[in-house]
């Protein structure tokens, strides 16, 4: 029986993750060089100290420290996601979902805590979530389960009886890590990706999510 939930934020709830490339583009680009489409698909799901210290082993820069491009990408990222997007697809009514039926709902997500309240408050979910987690408190990002056990763990919830949903596959790996059930609602572009099917469903969008999506998952 499902206990309570955890969704990740970055292209799930907000569709923030091509604001991130365009974040990232342009400051690795300022610094050294910018990443490629192979580049941001390895990397989608990592927090963003891993991405820097990875971006700086292939392709080293001077002048700048890592806290300094950290602050600059996460700081061009907030910009760009409020003036430009907003919550994606069905992300309200699922929320709702599990509100009506009581069920806690948590965020655990790789990118920094300062952003993941930034948005969140900004698109008014902050508070509709009974618990929030940033893997930058972790030792490991995704695909390592650290943040989804940690949200369990701090709901005191059995991670066998709790739900994640999530947009990356990384993110994926993570949940099942974690012996959690999950819903994959990967990007358009990734939908026809055979990976996805580790996860216990797969939906095209949280707009997709039901009754009967439910019962297949409670049971």
């Known amino acids: 029986m499902i206990q309570a939930v955890i969704f990740d934020m970055d292209g799930l709830l907000v569709d923030s993750e091509p604001w991130w490339r365009v974040a990232e583009t342009n400051v690795f680009g300022q610094l050294s060089r910018a990443p490629g489409e192979a580049d941001f698909e390895r990397m989608m799901g990592n927090r963003i100290q891993e991405v820097i210290k990875q971006w700086y082993q292939r392709h080293p820069w001077e002048n700048a420290d890592f806290e300094t491009v950290q602050d600059r990408i996460i700081g061009e990222v907030d ?7 907003g919550l994606l697809p069905g992300v309200g009514n699922c929320i709702r979902f599990f509100e009506e039926r009581k069920i806690p709902v948590a965020l655990a997500s ?6 993941i309240e930034s948005l969140m408050r900004h698109y008014g979910l902050y508070d509709r979530f009974s618990l929030v987690c940033s893997a930058e408190n972790e030792p490991f990002g995704k695909p390592h389960p650290a943040v989804f056990l940690t949200a369990a763990h701090n709901m005191q919830t059995d991670p066998l009886h709790t739900l994640v949903f999530e947009d990356s596959f990384n993110g994926v ?3 099942k890590a974690a012996r959690m059930k999950c819903v994959a609602v990967p990007a358009a572009e ?8 580790a996860a216990d469903l797969k939906l095209r969008s949280l707009e997709d999510w039901d009754e009967l999506s439910w019962k297949k998952l409670s049971s």
């Open 79 to 85: 910009r760009l996601v409020k003036e430009n997007t």
């Open 173 to 175: 790996i993570a949940a």
């Open 190 to 197: 990734a939908q026809g990706q055979t990976r996805f099917d």
């Open 110 to 115: 790789s990118s920094p805590y300062r952003l």
